[in-house]
């Protein structure tokens, strides 16, 4: 199913699909009537889950699978006028504090108008601002303090899209941020470093996994710097990145049994990847696409020799992007997912992640199944989804709850519009 091949003196596991799916699933609707929802995060020890919707608030689910309806917090005041036909700013991420029972805390991840006050330079050509605030829940477990809130991260973003922004508490109670090379195409333009993209540029932000913490701050800052960042007192690196290289990290996890993290991380116009994100390595965006050598003047040719690759760490999963390699291609935009940790003995340990759509124009979301081989290396099926009237919608994330069952989030619109949209329970067919 694999073989080490390599190019530009980059070595990967090229990788053989299925030609037919293996794994039947079913998608059982968990809760319907929400927005965009874009993760769902349910507090260690607590019955109830979490979901965020892209325009801007947070739904609570309680322990019977009931949506309530009256919002957790609504933040759309602070959000910028999103586009209906597609948008990705707004609401983009959750994660609760690991002492969560005892101290409240939740931080969101979202965008918020440039204050071009701040920089003139921004007012006519940048975009927005990605924000991570800290908040607190009030006397009503149910109902957020919005008195209470500390801004921890800005980020100003040249462009509309690219924004990652996953957030989540690692196994060491540190806070993990994902981010976008800054959006547009090709990590080039307006915002972006002309010689090598954001990706590689470590004086930036963005193209990259930041780790803060968020107990000690220090040097000013809202957060503290922990051991064991890229950075390691390299004056020329900032300080918050440990993983470097991403072009748009969409949706990422931590492996509840051995703390791995997986990264999708959407690619440009012919492949897309998932990472296994470890400290201090580098993914390769924009000197690779996926495992291939990536030219930004010339996009869909991929230049047999691209120099030295030998401190790039290869993507575990590729595969074609039906953009520009229609040929077996899977989706066009990769969303990360969860190691599968539920009651199904068969699944327990395979990544079930998937793909938005493998069409802009027409609805068809993609479920996928990962499993690690003995050697490491790993493999992907497409599932077959069993009992479906018509195309999966567009799959926007994945979620897990603290049994380790997963959930597929997903949208009938390619806009964060109406509140039309369902969470899916991912079970066997069989």
């Not at 409240?104 to 975009?127: C, H, M, R, V």
């Not at 010339?298 to 999963?317: L, R």
């Not at 027409?362 to 081989?373: L, P, R």
């Amino acid at each position: 199913m694999l073989r080490t091949i390599a190019i530009g003196g980059f070595a990967i596991a090229a990788m053989s699909l299925p030609a037919h799916a293996q794994v039947k699933v079913k998608l059982e609707p968990y809760v319907t009537g929400v927005n965009a929802p874009l993760a769902m995060v349910q507090p260690a020890g607590d019955d109830r889950k979490f979901v965020i919707e892209q325009f801007g608030r947070v739904r609570v689910i309680d322990k019977d699978g009931k949506l309530e309806a009256e919002p957790f917090i609504d933040i759309r005041n602070k959000l910028p006028t999103l586009w209906s036909d597609f948008d990705e700013r707004g609401l983009l991420g959750m994660a609760f504090h690991p002492d969560f029972a005892n101290n409240g805390k939740f931080y969101l991840a979202y965008s918020t108008p440039i204050n071009f006050q701040l920089d003139l330079a921004k007012e006519f050509w940048w975009d927005h601002t990605n924000v991570v605030a800290e908040y607190q829940v009030s006397g009503d477990a149910n109902v957020a303090d919005t008195s209470q809130t500390r801004i921890i991260t800005t980020i100003d973003w040249p462009q509309f899209n690219h924004n990652g922004h996953w957030i989540g508490f690692g196994p060491d109670g540190m806070l993990y941020i994902s981010t976008g090379d800054g959006g547009y195409a090709n990590d080039w333009g307006i915002g972006h470093n002309v010689t090598e993209g954001n990706g590689q540029d470590n004086t930036q932000l963005q193209g990259k996994i930041l780790r803060i913490d968020v107990n000690n701050p220090s040097d000013g800052k809202p957060y503290g710097i922990p051991d064991g960042n890229l950075a390691a007192g390299n004056p020329d690196i900032a300080p918050e990145i440990w993983a470097t290289g991403f072009r748009n990290p969409w949706r990422c996890s931590f492996d509840m049994e051995d703390g791995r993290l997986f990264c999708g991380d959407v690619q440009q116009n012919s492949y897309e990847e998932v990472d296994i994100v470890e400290a201090g390595k580098n993914y390769g965006w924009r000197k690779m696409e996926a495992d291939k050598c990536f030219d930004y003047v010339k996009p869909n040719d991929h230049p047999a020799e691209c120099g030295d690759t030998s401190g790039f760490t290869p993507p575990v999963i590729v595969y074609n992007n039906c953009t520009a390699k229609p040929d077996g291609c899977k989706g066009i935009s990769v969303t990360g997912g969860y190691v599968y940790r539920g009651s199904h003995d068969a699944w327990k340990g395979k990544y079930i992640f998937g793909d938005w759509s493998k069409s802009f124009a027409e609805m068809d979301g993609q479920i996928f199944v990962a499993t690690e081989g003995s050697d490491g290396n790993w493999t992907m099926e497409v599932a077959e989804v069993v009992g479906m009237d018509g195309n999966i919608p567009y799959i926007l994330a994945f979620a897990q709850d603290s049994a380790g069952e997963v959930y597929a989030l997903t949208s009938i619109t390619t806009g964060p519009v109406g509140s039309l949209d369902t969470i899916y329970k991912i079970v066997p067919a069989e």
